[in-house]
């Protein structure tokens, strides 16, 4: 459940900022399929793909952590 909640909150970020699955993993240096399975909830986020992933959209990670 956790998952999902990351997923969706990272994909909607990305979109917001204009960021294609493509061009968000690139710029993270991560393949496409990573990003994938994090937004579908297949895969917990790493800390280390979220502290890269606050910085390239220049958010918190406040802003991006799920309510519980």
Same mark, same amino acid.
């Given at each position: 459940?956790?998952?999902?909640?990351?997923? !969706? %909150? $990272? %994909?909607? =970020? !990305?979109?917001?900022?204009?960021?294609?699955?493509? *061009? =968000?993993?690139?710029?993270?240096? @991560?393949? @496409? *399929? $990573? @990003?994938?399975? $994090?937004? %579908?909830? &297949? %895969?917990?986020? *790493? /800390?280390? =793909?979220?502290?890269? /992933?606050? &910085?390239?959209?220049? $958010?918190?990670?406040?802003?991006?952590?799920?309510?519980?």
């Amino acid at each position: 459940m956790e998952t999902e909640k990351w997923g !969706r %909150r $990272i %994909r909607a =970020f !990305r979109k917001l900022k204009g960021y294609t699955q493509e *061009s =968000f993993a690139e710029t993270l240096g @991560v393949s @496409v *399929s $990573i @990003v994938g399975e $994090i937004e %579908r909830g &297949n %895969r917990m986020p *790493s /800390a280390e =793909f979220l502290d890269e /992933a606050v &910085n390239v959209l220049g $958010i918190t990670k406040d802003e991006l952590t799920p309510e519980k």
